[in-house]
């Protein structure tokens, strides 16, 4: 379970002293327990068994994957502001989080095979003008999470329908 990977090698980089690796993790285990804990809140107005709820509650691989994907998403938003406001040293060491928090997401498709799946999506949704976009990202959206930026896929979508 991906959730266990990183508690591994959180107490590992608390062990090496690597600094970093451990807020990094640390700051991303915060964040899977707060979905957890949102999760839960949510869970609870149905599930009434403590135990039941508790094992409901917990992520799983691909829900920890988009918790990920929200963490990379933010560091890639503050390197663009640190960069526009001149803190060169800011950004760096915000580029440095998002490469440490990458390693736990899949490997990214290249854009060559996302155009290929949204040309797929394109054709089965019948959608031929950019007003019909949410049609087509309805249907390439749950096949590339995780292994696509959405902006990425958002940017190719507008292409081919514009």
């Given amino acids: 379970m991906l959730q266990e990977q990183i508690k591994k090698e959180l107490t590992e980089s608390l062990k090496s002293g690597d600094q970093l690796k451990r807020l990094v993790l640390g700051t991303l285990l915060t964040a899977i327990k707060n979905r957890e804990l949102s999760k839960r809140t949510h869970l609870s107005k149905d ?10 509650s917990r992520l799983n691989d691909e829900e920890v994957l988009e918790v990920i994907v929200s963490e990379v998403k933010k560091r890639k938003d ?37 155009r290929e799946e949204i ?40 292409e081919l329908l514009g």
């Fill in 78 to 114: 503050s390197v663009e502001q640190f960069t526009a406001g001149g803190r060169k040293d800011l950004a760096e060491k915000e580029e440095a989080e998002e490469k440490i928090l990458k390693a736990y997401l899949p490997e990214q498709l290249s854009d060559e095979v996302v």
């Fill in 47 to 56: 599930v009434t068994d403590t135990i039941e709820l508790e094992k409901q």
């Fill in 119 to 158: 040309k797929k999506a394109i054709e089965s949704s019948g959608a031929k003008e950019p007003k019909e976009m949410g049609k087509v990202m309805a249907l390439v959206m749950p096949k590339l999470k995780g292994r696509a930026d959405g902006s990425v896929i958002s940017r190719i979508a507008k």
